[in-house]
């Protein structure tokens, strides 16, 4: 009997009646990103980026969030067709292509993940887990219906090309890396300055008006209702290694002394 696969976080967004709220997996662990998958939590974000993520990795991720029914993103490390094209082959239906600042950029995103004559991928769902193995029917055909592409805006250069770049044909969305764009405006490190949170908000305005869906990373509780009240239809709210860091040091500062030993001297 063929099979159907879940539906695109496209799709997820085009559905949905509030703003979806999400968590990086930046471990690489199976077991983490089971523990988020059943947080409760709208989607999540698997980084290849900043994290120490492989192909395999990756594939173990969505292997064990595919039990819950959470839209995973995968974020590729950079707007490579060969990377990209594995991601999808194992798996990923949904794809965050970084530092995108032109619509050209956009589009050569767009070419990596269809399948010719519409685009550059190569064909392999047969040997891969994206067509399970050739049991989802008429996969190659129908494989730009399974597969969303979200790119990143990150720079003052790409700010004054969102508008551009949200009209691309395939950009099915657009998601705001406040942190990168606060750098390369000059302020690093302070991506809550005001008129950093300015630009975010103009390319909200200009994703909104080409009718695409936006996001934004924003780990301040204070900043994201921000952004959502600016119109963000979907936000990353935390990661995995942050809520570790952060819980960690509540833990350790409730119950070691200020003025007291080291953790092993208090054990």
């Known amino acids: 009997m063929p099979l159907r696969l879940e539906p695109t976080f496209r799709d997820v967004l085009a559905g949905a009646d509030r703003p979806l709220i999400g968590m990086w997996l930046s471990t690489g662990s199976p077991l983490l990103a089971e523990i988020g998958a059943g947080a409760g939590l709208d989607w999540l974000l698997i980084d290849m980026e900043h994290g120490p993520n492989t192909l395999t990795t990756v594939q173990q991720q969505l292997q064990v969030i595919a039990a819950y029914r959470v839209p995973a993103v995968v974020r590729v490390p950079f707007n490579d067709a ?15 292509v970084p530092m995108i600042a032109s619509a050209d950029e ?32 008429d996969y190659v055909a129908q494989a730009s219906q399974h597969v969303s592409l979200l790119v990143q805006v990150e720079s003052g250069e790409a700010v004054d090309a969102a508008a551009e770049i ?16 606060a750098a390369s405006m000059g302020f690093p490190g302070r991506q809550t ?19 695409k869906k936006v996001g934004v990373n924003s780990f301040d509780p204070t900043i994201s209702d921000a952004y959502l009240a600016d119109g963000a239809h979907f936000l990353s709210a935390g990661a995995d ?11 350790a500062a409730r119950f070691i002394p200020a003025s007291g ?7």
Request: glycine residues 12%; positive net charge; charged residues 20%.
């Open 193 to 211: 300055h005001p008129e950093v949170r300015e630009a975010v908000r103009r390319t909200f305005q200009a994703v909104t008006a080409a009718g």
């Open 261 to 267: 030993g080291t953790a092993s001297e208090t054990y």
């Open 241 to 251: 290694v942050t809520i570790l860091a952060r819980g960690s040091e509540a833990l």
């Open 166 to 181: 949200a009209a691309v044909d395939g950009v099915d969305g657009v998601l705001v890396g406040p942190a990168d764009l």
């Open 82 to 96: 060969v990377i990209l094209k594995q991601v999808l082959d194992a798996g990923a239906q949904n794809v965050l």
């Open 106 to 137: 956009a589009r050569a995103a767009v070419a990596a993940v269809r399948y010719p004559p519409d685009g550059i991928r190569g064909v392999g769902s047969a040997l891969a887990r994206s067509g399970r193995w050739g049991r989802v029917e």
